[in-house]
C-alpha cells in the first residue's frame, strides 16, 4: 500500500478514537447505549461499503441494529442507478424528518452514489434541512473525520469528492455474515455504457494491488469465512492498470490457492471482455462457482450499439456456448434492459430469442430509467410507457418459464449447499446456497450457518428447491441417524 495511504489509514483510526469519547458522552446523556441503523441501497459494492461504514461505527462505541427507529445515529447507504432507487431514499427521508422531531438528538446521514449528483444535493439542502451529514462515494474513508465533526458542529456537513485516486485500506469491518464476504478488486467502470450512472458516480476503474486483494482474503478465511465474493462493476478488465498488469484469470489462480477458502464467486463480468483464459481457470478450479452473471443487456444489434455494449447479439450466443461448452454444469445469468430509447417490440424479439436460446437461469429484468447526464437520456425516442409494458411484460414471462424449465433439471439430485442463513418463516428450516447459486430449503439445526452440507434436491418451487440433508453417499441423515443433526457436520 502506498506510505500515504497507510498515513490516511491512521489519521482516520484517530479520528474513530476521537468520535469514541463523543458517543460516550451521548451514552451517560442517554443513560443507555447509543445505537446506529446503517440501510443499504443498490448493488453488492454499496453492501460491501455499509459494512465498512457499520465497521466504524461499531469502533465509535455505537450498538449497531437494524431497527430505525430505534437507533440514534441512521445512515442511509444510497443507490442511483434507477430513479426509483431515488424516490425510495426521499420517501423513506419524510418518514425520518418525523422521527427526528421526536427525538431531536438523532443523527441523519447520507452517502453512496446517489449523493454524487449536484441535483441531489441541491435537493436535499432545500427540503430535507435537518439531514445532518452527507458525503460521496469517494471519500467514505473519510467517515470517522466526518463522524467526529458532526459532535461539533450544528449545521449540515456536505463533503463530496468528485474523484480520487486514493484507496484507503485496513479501516474496520463489521461483516454482514461470518462465513462469507465480498471483496472489492477494484473500484468505478470507464465502460460509458449509454444509459449508466455509474461511471459518473464511482468514477474511473481503479484496481487494487493483487497481494492487497490476496491478504484480505487470507485475513478473511482466518476469521472463519469459507467464500468470497470479488466485486467490480467489470471485474474482467481487472488488472489492466496497474504498474505490474495482470489479468482477472490470474488474479482468480491466486486467490484458489488459498488454503481454508472453499468458494469464489465474482461480480460482475463484461461479455466484451470475458477471456478464454478466464473460461479455463473457471474450468479447471475447485473453488469457483458454477455461476456466471453475464450482463445481456438488449439482444438486438442496433440496441446494443446505441448502447455502447461493445458486442453483438452472436457474439454474445457464441460466448455462451463456449462457456456451457467448456463447463457444462454453469448456470448463466444475466441482466436486461427494456425500453431504451429507440426500441421497439422487434428489438425485444430479439432479446427474447436470447433469452430462449441461453437458457437463463435467472434474469434481472429493469425497465429503462432516464438518468440525467448520461448519453440515453438526451437521445430521441424515449419509449413510450405502454409499449414498454408490452414488451417487458412478454419478455418477464420467457424468463420465468425458461428459469422454471432450468431449474427443474436438478430435481432429484444431491449436491452441496452452504448454509447461509436460518429460515426467516420457519426456525427449524434453513437456507443453503448451491455453487449455481441456486436456494435450497431444508430442515437443519441454526448451527449448522455456515457449514458445508450435501442436499437431497426433492422438489422444485420454480426458482428454489425444497429438500433434506443427506450424507456424502446420497442417504438421508434423518433416517440414518434418527436425528437431523448430526455432529460430526458441526466441527
Ligand atoms: N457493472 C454491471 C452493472 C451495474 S448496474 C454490469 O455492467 O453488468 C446493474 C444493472 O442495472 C445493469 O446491468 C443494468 O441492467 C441495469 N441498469 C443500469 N442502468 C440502468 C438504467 N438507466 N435503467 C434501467 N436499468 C439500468
Ligand atoms: Fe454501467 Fe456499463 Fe459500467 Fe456496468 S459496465 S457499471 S452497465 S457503465
Ligand atoms: Fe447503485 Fe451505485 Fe451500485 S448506483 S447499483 S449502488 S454502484
Known amino acids: 500500500m502506498p506510505e500515504e495511504n497507510v498515513i490516511e489509514a491512521e489519521r482516520q483510526e484517530a479520528y474513530i478514537e476521537k468520535c469514541q469519547t463523543a458517543v460516550a458522552q451521548l451514552k451517560k446523556e442517554l443513560g ?14 454499496n453492501a460491501r461499503d455499509s459494512e465498512k461504514l457499520s465497521g466504524i461505527l461499531e469502533k465509535a462505541g455505537y450498538v449497531l441494529t437494524d431497527a430505525e427507529e430505534e437507533a440514534d445515529f441512521i445512515l442511509y447507504n444510497t443507490c442511483t442507478v434507477r430513479d426509483n432507487a431515488n424516490q425510495r431514499v426521499y420517501g423513506r427521508l419524510g418518514v425520518l424528518n418525523n422521527l427526528k422531531k421526536k427525538k431531536p438528538h438523532l443523527k ?8 454524487q449528483e449536484q441535483a441531489v444535493i441541491e435537493k436535499i439542502k432545500k427540503s430535507y434541512r435537518f439531514v445532518d451529514l452527507i458525503f460521496g462515494t469517494h471519500n467514505i474513508f473519510q467517515f470517522p473525520a466526518l463522524l467526529a465533526d458532526l459532535y461539533e458542529k450544528q449545521e449540515m456537513i456536505v463533503e463530496i ?10 479501516l474496520p469491518v463489521k461483516r454482514k455474515y461470518h462465513y462469507k464476504s465480498g471483496v472489492n478488486i477494484m473500484f468505478g467502470c470507464n465502460n460509458f455504457c449509454s444509459y449508466c450512472i455509474v461511471p459518473y458516480v464511482r468514477g474511473r476503474e481503479r484496481s487494487r494491488e493483487p497481494k492487497e486483494i490476496l491478504r484480505e482474503i487470507e485475513n478473511l478465511v ?13 471485474v474482467n478488465s481487472y488488472g489492466k492498470n496497474l504498474e505490474h498488469p495482470i489479468t482477472f484469470a490470474a488474479l482468480l489462480k491466486e486467490v484458489e490457492k488459498i488454503e481454508g477458502l472453499k468458494r ?73 434492459i427494456v425500453g431504451f430509447p429507440g426500441e421497439t417490440l422487434e428489438d425485444v424479439e430479439e432479446t427474447i430469442d436470447v433469452v430462449r436460446r441461453v437458457q437463463y437461469d ?12 448520461t448519453p440515453a437520456a438526451a437521445m430521441e425516442e424515449q419509449v413510450p410507457e405502454e409499449i414498454v409494458r408490452e414488451g417487458f411484460d412478454k419478455l418477464l414471462k420467457v424468463v420465468q418459464d425458461t428459469a422454471k424449465e432450468r431449474a427443474a433439471l436438478l430435481q432429484g439430485k444431491v449436491m452441496e449447499a452452504l448454509v447461509e442463513e436460518v429460515n426467516e418463516q420457519d426456525p427449524a428450516f434453513v437456507t443453503g446456497r448451491l455453487s449455481n447459486n441456486m436456494l435450497v430449503h ?4 441454526r448451527r449448522m450457518v455456515g457449514k458445508f452440507v450435501m442436499v437431497a434436491l426433492d422438489t422444485c418451487h420454480g426458482f428454489y428447491y425444497t429438500g433434506r440433508m443427506v450424507d456424502w453417499m446420497g442417504q438421508s441423515k434423518h433416517t440414518r441417524l434418527g436425528k437431523m443433526v448430526d455432529d460430526q457436520w458441526l466441527n
Not at 362 to 373: D, E, H, L, P, V
Request: with cysteine; aromatic share 6%.
Open 442 to 445: 431444508f430442515k437443519a439445526d
Open 362 to 373: 435467472n434474469a434481472f429484468t429493469f425497465i429503462y430509467s432516464k438518468r440525467t447526464g
Open 108 to 115: 441523519v446521514a447520507l452517502c453512496g452514489c446517489m449523493m
Open 32 to 45: 443507555r447505549e447509543p445505537k446506529a441503523c446503517v440501510v443499504t441501497f443498490g448493488c453488492q459494492m
Open 222 to 234: 482466518e476469521d472463519g469465512v469459507v467464500e468470497v465474493m470479488l466485486l467490480g462493476q467489470n
Open 161 to 170: 469528492w468528485k474523484e480520487t485516486e486514493e484507496i484507503v485500506e485496513n
Open 264 to 336: 469464489i464467486r465474482f461480480m460482475t463480468s463484461h461479455p466484451k471482455d470475458l477471456s478464454d483464459e478466464l473460461i479455463e481457470v473457471m474450468r479447471d478450479s475447485r473453488k469457483i462457482c458454477r455461476h456466471l452473471h453475464l450482463p445481456l443487456q438488449a439482444g438486438s444489434d442496433r440496441i446494443l450499439r446505441a448502447m455502447n455494449r461493445h458486442y453483438t447479439k452472436d457474439q454474445y450466443l457464441a460466448l455462451v456456448d463456449k462457456l456451457k461448452r467448456e463447463i457444462p454444469d454453469i448456470a448463466i445469468t444475466t441482466d436486461i
